[in-house]
C-alpha cells in the first residue's frame, strides 16, 4: 500500500538514497532493512499464469532464503540487518483481499481442471501438487 508521495519526499531530501551503483565498487553500508513482503510474494507466485509450474512450499522457503543470503552477502551491512513482516490488515481490507483472492482462486481453479483434462489426470492429483496461495493457514 505504501505511503504516499514518501518516496519523492526521502529522495528530494537525500537525493544518494536512489542512486546506480556498479556491482564491482558497492558502497559501504551499516543498516540494511528488507521488506519481506515482497520478497515472500515474488518467491511464492514464481508464475501465476502458468499452471504447470509446481512450487512446493519447501521450495518457497528455499528460495526466499537465497534470495535473503544473496542480498546478505552483496550488501554486507555492518551493524544491523533487519527483516520486516507486516501484521495482520485492517478489516477492511482483509474483506477486499478475500474478494480478490476468491476470484483469484477461481479463476486459477479453472485453468487447474483444464490442465488436468489435457494431461488425464483427477482435479485432486493436480492440486495435491500446488501451492495454494489463497490458504492462510496450514
Not at 540494511?32 to 515474488?42: E, P, R, S, V
Not at 504447470?52 to 526466499?64: C, D, G, W
Not at 478475500?98 to 489435457?118: H, I, P, Q, W
Request: aromatic letters at 12%; hydrophobic letters at 35%.
Amino acid at each position: 500500500m505504501g505511503v504516499p508521495k514518501f518516496y519523492r519526499w526521502i529522495s528530494e531530501r537525500y537525493p544518494n538514497i536512489s542512486r546506480v551503483i556498479n556491482d564491482n565498487q558497492i558502497p559501504d553500508f551499516d543498516n540494511f532493512y528488507l521488506d519481506m513482503n515482497g520478497i515472500i510474494h515474488a518467491c511464492s507466485h514464481v508464475n501465476d499464469d502458468n499452471c504447470e509450474t509446481n512450487v512446493t512450499e519447501e521450495e518457497i522457503f528455499r528460495n526466499i532464503f537465497h534470495y535473503i543470503d544473496f542480498l546478505f552477502r552483496m550488501i554486507k551491512p555492518k551493524k544491523v540487518f533487519f527483516l520486516a513482516v507486516d501484521g495482520v490488515a485492517p478489516r477492511a481490507k482483509m474483506n477486499q483481499q478475500r474478494a480478490r483472492r476468491f476470484r483469484a482462486g477461481r479463476d486459477r481453479s479453472k485453468k487447474l481442471k483444464t490442465l488436468a483434462e489435457k494431461t488425464g489426470q483427477t482435479l485432486k492429483e493436480i492440486m495435491a501438487h500446488h501451492f495454494d496461495t489463497n490458504a492462510i493457514t496450514p
